[in-house]
Structures are given as C-alpha cells and as structure tokens.
C-alpha cells in the first residue's frame, strides 16, 4: 500500500509508545507510517476519579471523532478503555501481542505499612479501590489522576504508603522500581483487556483493514473479546469495579470474572475452564451467571455512583419509573414507611353508606383486603388523587368528585354535600384538617382506620442532591435518622408538600398526585445543572 497511514494517539508518553509500537509493526510489512497526537477528556480534566467523569470513552472520543472525519486512518487506545460499543461505523481491525495483564503496588517507603492499624493508597481506579479495599478493608483509598509519569511524582511527593499502576504501563515505559519498591498483586483480577492494545478504524476502509490483520495477535484478540463481552453483558462501563482474565494454555482457556461492590465489601466470581474451540459466549456466560445471583442488584449500585446527579425516593420505584428520570440522574430508593393492613369487622359496611372518603390508595387497598367489592354499598365517593380515584373506579364503582389535595376536598365538601355525615376511610397517620373543618361546619365525621403506617427510618448519605417524599409520614421518618440540611425535597402533593416546608428551605410540589409526576419535576429541577454538567 502505497498510501502513509496516519495513527492517531494520545500525546502522554504510554500512548505514544503504543502507537510507534503499531507503527513499526506496520512498517515490518513494508507499509508507510505517520503519529497523530490528539489530546482526550481524560488527559485534560485531572482533578476527579475517572469513575466521577460520568462517561465511558472518556480516553477515546476525540480519537473516534477524528477518525470519523477523516483525520486519521487508525486509533490506537489501551483496550481496557474502550467502550464495550464503539460508535458506529468503527470496528476493531487489531491487537497486537498483550503484555503484563497485572497491577502492582509501587510502594512509597517499606512494607511496614501493612502491619499497621491503617494505610493509604493511591488509585483512580474504582475497580482497584473495591478489590483493595476487600482485601484490606481497614485501609483508605485516596483519588490519584495524571499519567504514569505524573502519578509516580504525586506519590513521591505524597504522605500516601503506595500507589497502583498497570504493570505494563511501567514496563513499556522503563519506569517500573526496584524489587524493594513494587510488590505484584497477582490477586487482583484486572480489567478486561488490560495490557492488550487495540487498533480501530473505519469499517468502510478496507485497504486499511487489510493491512492492519497483519500485525493482529490472535490469542490476544480471542481472550479480550472473552473478556470485553464479560464486561458488556454486566452493562459496566470502563470504569465499574469490574475484573475479567482469559488465558489460553495449550487448547484450553482459562476464565476468571468478578464484581465488586464499590465500597469493596461484596464480590462476586465466575471461574471456569473450557476447550479453546467452545469458548464463543464464555465470557457472555459468566456474566449472566453472577447477574442471576445478585449481580443486578450490585449493578446498580455502580450506575448510581457513574451518574452526575443522586436522588433518594423514600418508596420503592419500578424499573420503569426509573427509566423516566433523565440518563444523568442517579436513584436509590427504599420504603421509609411500611403500611399494615388492620383487620375490620363486617359491621363496618353492613349497611349501605351516603358518603365515602378516601385520601389515599393505601384506604381503598386495606378496605379492599377486608371485603369483596360485592360487599361495598356506597352511593357518593369522594376521593384525593387521579391514581386513588383509578383504582377505586376500577375496584369499587364511580367516583362522584375528585380533588388534588384533602383541602381542596374539604371546601368542596363544606360548599356541596347535602347530608351531615361521611364516613373516612384513612390510616392512623392521617392528618387532622379534614376532619375537624369538616366537623366545625356540622358535618359528623365516622372515622374507620383501616390501616397502620409504621416509620422504618434509615440514615441516608450526604451525597444526594434531592430526596422524594410521597406522604407526610415518610418525611417524619426521614427527619427521624437525617436532617434536612440543604436538600431539595420533591413531593407528590400539596400536603406533603406543606410538612416538608416546615423542615426543607427548598420544596417542589409536583403538578400531579402521582409518582411519575414526582420525577418529572425532578428532571425539570435538574435540567440546567445536567446541561452544563
């Protein structure tokens, strides 16, 4: 090919050398050369852990834009920070020979640290941090940025005990320290595709695909693409606490997955061996593997930490109520309060009644655990709530008003009913102004609790930047375990809306009683902070 091939690579010292690697692979094979530096978003912004920048590709965009455009030929990157998916029109077209998969410890002063009470130790990695950290759990683990060069000077300059790097990083580049100064953690598993260098390009260029298969390493690419699919079916992006290793022995692969838990305090591992020539969806395997046995659950405690945004809901959310907050917002969500259904006497409803209320979906539910719809004689019901008004319309007969709000209910039921008496459906957390506006305008009050709601209180991380209540009792049982603080409090009604202005600075009330408008006016809340994010 007469042709120059013009590599693109990042201008750091690793990189550089990857791509002259690559260069004079092609050069062995008669082909004409040219380096591209092109600078990433993980070059320039330093100051944060990669696992904080929110994005997968951050070491690999620009390339791909160049790439795209014309600019360049071929990419070159380190495997193991390229997306899972690369961007269309791209493909893989190269490994070349992968060196040291390992991480090692380069060590500040001596060894002595480790017989002490506690250590620290340097990593940007929130892979390395979760496998240290399971390890030696009384440790602490500090963020460090920067290329080798630069992280091995902060750690000189540091009071840290160690930092870890890529052994191969230190080995290509002649950096790696004396046996005194460097310990191998072999049982750390690395990340998929660590010390493996892949060459990319345009799916369209076949010139240049042609020429790149002869410097591609086969057991190389068989074992990262074991690996890479691995970490695809696990849904981690370059930076979850994810660890894969496939290694070809003879005609057999070896295969060994994991997944932390960012804190460290949970792994779980996949390890088998297999004929070189089944080995297609092992890596797939493993992964569905350690999902189906909690590893979703583990997931998204990841996905939350990779979001820029985290709120707390004090209910439980459906996955698709989570898919309507926007892709940067992060959710952990629990029950703050439990309801308990009470168990009520037929007298209750053995004779038909004029006048129903209901302010909430948990009356109609309890009232509904009790008696068959058959059993329920009720000529007027009047309700609070376009999802209580539903179900009850669906379970019990028609609703003859509805209102957004229990006050909204009172006036309307003080300027219209005829009769002088309702029968209250409610729990023994309801609230007092219903009943006794109701009962200061003549109109009698039976109150049929028909519910308990029990507070299960948990304390909650400084880390959220809002917190979702859906009643007046669940922002009691928050304030029980955690203060207010400057927390946004979203809440799904007015009346909640009203309990957490006697606590929060910063309350949003949703337009609509439901949960889906709750997270709606999370989205709008956060829209201009997400936007320049």
Same mark, same amino acid.
């Given at each position: 090919?007469?042709?120059?091939?013009?590599?693109?690579?990042?201008?750091?010292?690793?990189?550089?050398?990857?791509?002259?690697?690559?260069?004079?692979?092609?050069?062995?094979?008669?082909?004409?050369?040219?380096?591209?530096?092109?600078?990433?978003?993980?070059?320039?912004?330093?100051?944060?852990?990669?696992?904080?920048?929110?994005?997968?590709?951050?070491?690999?965009?620009?390339?791909?834009?160049?790439?795209?455009?014309?600019?360049?030929?071929?990419?070159?990157?380190?495997?193991?920070?390229?997306?899972?998916?690369?961007?269309?029109?791209?493909?893989?077209?190269?490994?070349?020979?992968?060196?040291?998969?390992?991480?090692?410890?380069?060590?500040?002063?001596?060894?002595?640290?480790?017989?002490?009470?506690?250590?620290?130790?340097?990593?940007?990695?929130?892979?390395?941090?979760?496998?240290?950290?399971?390890?030696?759990?009384?440790?602490?683990?500090?963020?460090?940025?920067?290329?080798?060069?630069?992280?091995?000077?902060?750690?000189?300059?540091?009071?840290?005990?160690?930092?870890?790097?890529?052994?191969?990083?230190?080995?290509?580049?002649?950096?790696?320290?004396?046996?005194?100064?460097?310990?191998?953690?072999?049982?750390?598993?690395?990340?998929?595709?660590?010390?493996?260098?892949?060459?990319?390009?345009?799916?369209?260029?076949?010139?240049?695909?042609?020429?790149?298969?002869?410097?591609?390493?086969?057991?190389?690419?068989?074992?990262?693409?074991?690996?890479?699919?691995?970490?695809?079916?696990?849904?981690?992006?370059?930076?979850?606490?994810?660890?894969?290793?496939?290694?070809?022995?003879?005609?057999?692969?070896?295969?060994?997955?994991?997944?932390?838990?960012?804190?460290?305090?949970?792994?779980?591992?996949?390890?088998?061996?297999?004929?070189?020539?089944?080995?297609?969806?092992?890596?797939?395997?493993?992964?569905?593997?350690?999902?189906?046995?909690?590893?979703?659950?583990?997931?998204?405690?990841?996905?939350?930490?990779?979001?820029?945004?985290?709120?707390?809901?004090?209910?439980?959310?459906?996955?698709?109520?989570?898919?309507?907050?926007?892709?940067?917002?992060?959710?952990?969500?629990?029950?703050?309060?439990?309801?308990?259904?009470?168990? /009520?006497? +037929?007298?209750?409803?053995?004779?038909?009644? @004029?006048?129903? %209320? $209901?302010? &909430?979906?948990?009356? !109609? =539910?309890?009232?509904?655990?009790?008696?068959?719809?058959?059993?329920?004689?009720?000529?007027?019901?009047?309700?609070?709530?376009?999802?209580?008004?539903?179900?009850?319309?669906?379970?019990?007969?028609?609703?003859?008003?509805?209102?957004?709000?229990?006050?909204?209910?009172?006036?309307?039921?003080?300027?219209?009913?005829?009769?002088?008496?309702?029968?209250?459906?409610?729990?023994?957390?309801?609230?007092?102004?219903?009943?006794?506006?109701?009962?200061?305008?003549?109109?009698?009050?039976?109150?049929?609790?028909?519910?308990?709601?029990? /507070?299960? +209180?948990?304390?909650?991380?400084?880390?959220? @930047?809002?917190? %979702? $209540?859906? &009643?007046?009792?669940? !922002? =009691?049982?928050?304030?029980?375990?955690?203060?207010?603080?400057?927390?946004?409090?979203?809440?799904?009604?007015?009346?909640?809306?009203?309990?957490?202005?006697?606590?929060?600075?910063?309350?949003?009330?949703?337009?609509?009683?439901?949960?889906?408008?709750?997270?709606?006016?999370?989205?709008?809340?956060?829209?201009?902070?997400?936007?320049?994010?």
């Amino acid at each position: 090919m007469d042709k120059i091939i013009r590599i693109g690579t990042r201008s750091s010292e690793l990189a550089l050398w990857q791509a002259n690697t690559v260069a004079q692979q092609l050069e062995h094979f008669g082909h004409k050369t040219e380096i591209v530096k092109i600078d990433s978003l993980g070059d320039v912004v330093l100051d944060k852990p990669l696992y904080e920048l929110g994005i997968t590709g951050v070491f690999t965009k620009n390339l791909d834009i160049a790439l795209l455009n014309g600019e360049i030929d071929i990419a070159v990157h380190s495997s193991k920070d390229v997306p899972t998916k690369l961007p269309e029109g791209i493909v893989q077209a190269a490994y070349i020979k992968r060196g040291d998969f390992n991480d090692v410890l380069v060590i500040k002063e001596d060894e002595n640290f480790f017989t002490q009470d506690t250590a620290t130790i340097a990593t940007g990695s929130l892979r390395r941090k979760a496998q240290w950290l399971y390890r030696y759990p009384h440790h602490k683990i500090t963020g460090i940025r920067g290329n080798v060069i630069t992280r091995l000077q902060k750690l000189e300059e540091s009071d840290w005990d160690g930092a870890i790097f890529a052994t191969a990083g230190l080995k290509r580049l002649k950096l790696l320290p004396e046996k005194e100064k460097h310990i191998k953690l072999d049982w750390m598993i690395p990340a998929p595709a660590q010390g493996a260098v892949m060459v990319v390009a345009l799916e369209k260029n076949e010139e240049i695909l042609e020429a790149c298969k002869e410097i591609n390493h086969e057991e190389t690419a068989i074992c990262v693409k074991i690996e890479r699919d691995f970490l695809q079916t696990l849904e981690g992006g370059c930076t979850a606490p994810i660890g894969a290793l496939a290694m070809i022995f003879d005609d057999e692969i070896k295969f060994k997955g994991a997944l932390f838990s960012p804190d460290g305090k949970q792994k779980m591992e996949f390890y088998k061996e297999v004929a070189a020539n089944n080995a297609t969806d092992l890596g797939k395997f493993g992964a569905n593997y350690i999902l189906e046995r909690g590893g979703k659950k583990i997931m998204r405690q990841i996905i939350d930490i990779e979001k820029s945004t985290l709120i707390y809901s004090t209910k439980s959310l459906s996955h698709d109520q989570t898919n309507l907050l926007n892709s940067k917002i992060g959710v952990t969500s629990s029950d703050f309060i439990t309801i308990r259904n009470n168990r /009520l006497r +037929p007298i209750v409803v053995k004779k038909p009644l @004029k006048n129903v %209320l $209901f302010t &909430s979906q948990n009356a !109609v =539910e309890a009232l509904l655990s009790n008696f068959s719809p058959m059993e329920l004689d009720f000529e007027n019901i009047y309700c609070v709530g376009r999802r209580t008004k539903r179900l009850i319309e669906k379970r019990i007969g028609k609703v003859a008003h509805i209102e957004n709000s229990a006050e909204k209910l009172t006036d309307y039921l003080i300027s219209n009913l005829k009769e002088d008496e309702v029968t209250f459906f409610c729990g023994n957390k309801r609230r007092d102004e219903l009943p006794t506006k109701l009962t200061e305008n003549n109109i009698k009050v039976n109150e049929v609790e028909c519910y308990q709601t029990q /507070l299960t +209180p948990r304390k909650i991380e400084e880390k959220y @930047k809002g917190i %979702l $209540f859906y &009643s007046p009792s669940g !922002v =009691e049982s928050y304030l029980k375990e955690n203060v207010a603080n400057d927390i946004v409090a979203f809440c799904i009604g007015a009346t909640t809306g009203e309990e957490a202005k006697k606590h929060f600075k910063n309350v949003v009330v949703s337009k609509l009683s439901t949960v889906e408008s709750v997270l709606k006016s999370v989205n709008k809340y956060f829209e201009d902070i997400i936007e320049n994010s």
